[in-house]
Every structure is written in C-alpha cells, then in structure tokens.
C-alpha cells in the first residue's frame, strides 16, 4: 500500500474540469443555491419552489427517514429536472463518515475500512482512504449517484477538515498518506462519474494567518467548494475581522481561478446553536433573517465572481429557510463593474444595479438597489 501511494504525487493533480457540467449563472440577480434535507421526498410545490429559483442543488439526509436516502435523492432530482432540465442536483456524500440513512451505499462498506481511536469516552471511527478497497467503494457509490441516482455529481462534505479529524487519532505519518489518499479519491471519483460532473467540497476556509487555509489543496481535484464557516453562529464563536476578509478574499481567488464556490450566509443564529430562537413561531424566525440579511449577501456581493452562489438559511433542513424568500432576490443586480475595493476593514463594490458597502470591524453594511 505505500508503493501505491508513494506514487500518487506523480499524477497530475489538475482534475478532468468539469466546466461544461457547470449549472447556469448570470448576473441578473442574486445567484442562489440551495442544500436541504430531502427526507423522504418534497412536496410538488416545494420542487417546484427549488426549480423555480436555484440553479445548484444539494440533497441530504436529516429529520427523521423511512426509506433509502438513495431512492428519495434519485426522485428528487428527476422532480428538478423535470421542471429545470438546466438545474444542476448533487449527491450529498461524506468522505470521512459512515451516516446511517445511506443503507444502500453502507451495505458494500469494505470491512476494516474504518481508522478507530478512543476519544473524549467514546470512539471515533473515519473512514481509512489510504487503502484502496475504500477508495472504489467510495468512487463507485458516485459513479451510481449520477449513472443510476440522476444527479449531475457529488458535494463532498468533511473533506475540508478531514486532516484535523485524523490527527486527532493518528500519527502525522499516516495523516499524510490518508491526504494522499483523499486526493486520489477525489480523481478515482471524477474518472468514475465522468469529465462533465461536478465535484464540489466542504468546507473551504480563508487563511487568517493562524491557521493556514489547508482545504486549498484540494481545489485542483475538484470543481469548487462551500465556505460554510463565514459568521456561522456569533453568539458561540465570534469570527475576527481578519478570518471575515480571509473568507470574502480565499472566495474571490478561488472563483477567479475558475471554481465554484458556495457562499453559506447565516443570519445570526442556527438550528443547533440557538435552542432558545428555535422555540419561535416560523414566521418570526423568517422575519429576524430578513432584517439581518444585509451584512451577509453584502459580505458575498463584495467577493462574489462568475459562478458564485449565495445560500442563506439557518440550517439545512427545508423549514431551516431554504423555502423562505426574501425582497433582495428579486432586485436586478448586474454584472460587477468591477473589483471591490477596499479602504482597511471596509469594502465597497459597484453593479450595474447596486451599490455595496460592509464594514468588518463593526459588521455593518449598506446595499443600494438603483
């Protein structure tokens, strides 16, 4: 096994682009995607709500599921492209974890594939993607979401900080031949679905000068990221104004280089971090995200590039606001008119039909609708 993977430097690792794959973007308006639970199946009204309205889509398990999370994923995406044969749906797949509603995708998990280690009490298990009966397990499971699941290729979610995950539980050696093995994952995945599918990963960091921004490696294997982290919960964890401009600035480069991102606004508080905000009536959850949603988009608006995709909702359940709509999503925007520019900590940005400003030190922000 470490023959094989000595040599996995070698290969190229600038993936097969699936740019034609590419869901459509235009400036006109707000670009939006979406990232719900299907659970076991939408109603007409809401496929016809997410066709209507986003260009990318991303189905997950959550809530509670009666049947195969693979049978409900493959007729959600057939509803969508029945009304939106343009709209691109992807297969939600952890590559770090094994999650119960995916029956059909465990039942051929190879045996041992598992790295195990005690931690705080209890054991934590991520999958071993330096072996390579794991890695075709894994591949084949995406060839199936678009040969046999419909969907247009995968959102990969962990891979962004799996590398934190494992050296938690094992050595610095074998943390780099299990990122040697990710990346090779990632190519067995795309020979596997095709040139023309997408790969799109999470999460993808901003480097803040503490940490590094590791997830970069895996932009060149893959066609985009999400940038799941900006302002997520402040109450629990106050982002500093340096990791906001190193999330608006790791956007805009990755974007220029041709990638596509998902710009995951929160307004202020989540499903998990907020129990008490929980406990509010729908519509008063869907009206404080509505007065809070200025600094987000505006944040997204001074960073975004062709193929940027705004996604604003507290959670990734549907009644989490993926079906709530909002006055900013129907203003024409246009294209930039420019790069933002940027005066210290504050930003502003020119549409052809908005003016944008965001102050990160005191997280204000300003949007001219013209």
């Known amino acids: 096994m470490r023959n094989i993977l000595a040599i996995l430097p070698l290969i190229p690792l600038v993936a097969l682009h699936a740019a034609d794959g590419f869901p459509p973007f235009n400036w006109e308006r ?22 209507d ?18 049978t409900n994923i493959t007729a959600g995406a057939r509803a969508i492209k029945q009304r939106n044969p343009k709209a691109k749906v992807l297969f939600y797949w952890s590559c770090d ?39 075709e397990w894994w591949s084949g499971v995406a060839a199936k979401a678009v040969r046999d699941y419909s969907c247009d290729g995968l959102f990969v979610d962990g891979a962004g900080t799996a590398s934190i995950k494992w050296g938690r539980l094992v050595s610095q050696e074998k943390v780099a031949d299990l990122d040697k093995g990710l990346l090779a994952m990632l190519q067995e995945a795309r020979a596997a679905m095709g040139p023309d599918k997408l790969i799109i990963f999470n999460p993808l960091h ?18 985009g ?21 190193a999330e608006i600035e790791e ?22 971090s907020d129990k008490e905000m929980m406990q509010k009536p729908h519509d008063a959850l869907h009206r404080i995200a509505a007065e ?24 990734w359940l549907g009644e989490h606001g993926t079906f709530d709509w909002y006055p900013e999503f129907d ?29 990160l030190e005191t997280k204000t922000a300003k949007i001219d609708w013209k």
């Not at 889509?57 to 509670?64: E, K, N």
């Not at 190879?110 to 195990?116: D, H, K, Q, T, V």
């Not at 024409?332 to 944008?356: I, M, N």
């Open 30 to 51: 707000v670009p939006l995607y979406a990232h719900l639970s299907i659970g076991d199946g939408l109603k007409p009204a809401q496929y016809n709500f997410l066709a």
């Open 53 to 70: 309205h986003f260009a990318l889509i991303t189905f997950q398990a959550g809530g509670r599921i009666n049947s195969s999370i693979e």
């Open 97 to 135: 974890l094994l999650k119960s509603p995916w029956k059909v995708s465990n039942a051929s998990f190879p045996e041992a594939g598992r790295l195990s280690a005690p931690k705080d009490g209890a054991v934590s298990e991520y999958f071993d993607v330096s072996r390579p009966d794991v890695r």
């Open 206 to 223: 901003g480097d803040d000068q503490k940490q590094g921004a590791p997830t970069v490696r895996l932009l060149p294997v893959t066609d």
């Open 225 to 245: 990221a999400m940038m799941d982290d900006f302002d997520r919960a402040p109450d629990v964890k106050r982002p500093s104004k340096e990791y906001l401009a």
């Open 251 to 272: 956007m805009r480069k990755a974007a220029q280089s041709g990638k596509i991102i998902v710009f995951k606004g929160w307004p202020g508080f989540t499903w998990w």
């Open 292 to 315: 809070r949603i200025t600094f987000p988009l505006a944040c997204f608006l001074v960073g975004a590039e062709r193929h940027c995709y705004f996604c604003y909702t507290w959670g």
């Open 331 to 359: 203003k024409p925007l246009g294209a930039p008119k420019g790069d933002a520019r940027r005066d210290g900590w504050t930003y502003t940005r020119e549409f052809e039909h908005a003016s944008v400003f965001v102050n």
